[in-house]
């Protein structure tokens, strides 16, 4: 009981994300935040390990002890950074170039002595190729807001000329019709007023 007591006392409480999921080639960001009963002093210690998917050895892939110290050898060699804070309670690492073989659990431990003692939380780390629905670039983005609101305003405009045309039919249809024997004071429909009435049947059918 008193054993128990002592390590209550003198316990570290670290969280991370349970899970983190990344795609290929993009840089991922580990989290890990800890709080120490303990002042922070150069004797703090992070270490980062990997365990593969299929099981095996665990790996030690990150180091830091008043400056970082990540691997050196192994698949993580030259691509794990220091991302984290201390003075913060922050022990986060990043990963550069991810790759689908990176998939695994990683395990973020602290120590700040006499303050040793502390939960194990695990983050399973799953890689993905990024699929075809989130490649927007900024060109398509910008093109689907320029050329939506033009093909609103052009909408808009052809059920004007719909409905304005629609009423001028409406009123020729209900004046009143002329005898054959009279003769019409209007001149006769040139080619010009055949070609706007082509373009007018045209509006019409698109709306």
């Known amino acids: 009981l008193v ?7 003198l316990s570290l409480e670290i969280k991370a994300s349970p899970k983190v999921r ?12 800890f709080k120490s009963s303990s002042p922070i002093t150069e004797s703090l210690t992070v270490d980062w ?3 593969p998917p299929t099981g095996g050895q665990m790996e030690t892939i990150f180091h830091y002890q008043s400056v970082p110290y990540p691997t050196t050898v192994g698949k993580f060699k030259d691509r794990i950074s220091w991302a984290g804070n201390v003075a913060k309670g922050d022990a986060s690492i990043a990963i550069q170039s991810p790759a689908i ?14 303050d040793v003692y502390h939960n194990i939380p695990q983050t399973m780390l799953i890689v993905t190729e990024r699929g ?9 983005l910008l093109s689907i807001l320029v050329f ?16 304005k045309f629609g009423v001028l039919k409406e009123k ?18 040139t080619e010009t007023d055949s070609c706007l009435g082509k373009l007018r049947n045209w509006c019409l059918n698109c709306v």
């Not at 054993?3 to 006392?9: E, M, T």
């Not at 075809?132 to 398509?140: C, G, N």
């Not at 939506?148 to 305003?153: C, E, F, N, Q, R």
């Open 148 to 163: 939506l609101p033009s093909i609103v305003v052009v909408v808009l405009l052809l059920v004007r000329m719909g409905r």
């Open 22 to 33: 990344a795609f290929i080639g993009e840089q991922v960001s580990l989290k890990c935040y």
């Open 3 to 9: 054993l128990s007591g002592v390590c209550s006392a």
């Open 101 to 114: 073989s990176d998939n695994g659990t990683f395990i973020c431990s602290v120590k700040n002595p006499p």
């Open 49 to 51: 390990t990997y365990l």
């Open 132 to 140: 075809l629905s989130f490649q927007l670039t900024s060109a398509v």
């Open 172 to 189: 020729k249809k209900s004046g009143c019709k002329k005898s054959s024997i009279e003769v019409s004071d209007e001149p006769e429909h």
